[in-house]
């Protein structure tokens, strides 16, 4: 009886644990992703799907505006027919030997980089750079994090 109540005591702190890890890309001006596939964990081909889903959009929603309740819900209603979750799968690429990253998603939503339709935008990494909310880079060190745990060079630099 004592090892079933440790178990469930432990469940919702696993499940809590792997739903922090599998978080796609998240920038801190634009509502983050959930990772749908991942493989090749500290390979030169490591790889992370992800796309935006509903809770991503109210996150966003709360973190943006402070909303809550029905304010909350029809933000990212609106969110996800007209916002970022247009771009659909975003794909991350790391090669964990060379420290690079490489993302992508397509289509490229009209009000950010737009450059005609199919047009498909890529961002890319080498490592160390500085972690910050420009450029996305604090996002691109999360997803090469988790994609090369045992990455031993410097991932981030001071400036």
């Known amino acids: ?61 709360h973190r943006g505006n402070d909303l809550n309740g029905a304010a909350l819900a029809a933000c990212a209603d609106k969110f996800m027919k007209e916002g970022d979750s247009q771009i659909g799968e975003v794909i991350v690429w790391a090669n964990c030997t060379k420290g690079t990253l490489t993302e992508q998603f397509s289509p490229v939503p009209q009000s950010t980089y737009y450059k005609g339709p199919g047009s498909i935008h890529v961002d890319r990494w080498k490592f160390p750079v500085f972690p910050s909310c420009g450029g996305d880079n604090a996002a691109a060190v999360a997803a090469f994090r988790t994609l090369c745990p045992s990455y031993e060079g410097k991932i981030e630099s001071e400036e």
Do not use: Y
């Open 1 to 61: 009886m004592k090892i079933a109540v440790l178990v469930a005591a432990a469940v919702p702190i696993l499940f809590a644990s792997i739903a922090d890890a599998l978080q796609g890309i998240s920038t801190c001006h634009a509502a983050g992703t959930t990772v749908t596939s991942i493989s090749g964990f500290d390979t030169s081909t490591a790889k992370m799907v992800s796309v935006m889903t509903l809770p991503d959009a109210m996150e966003a929603c």
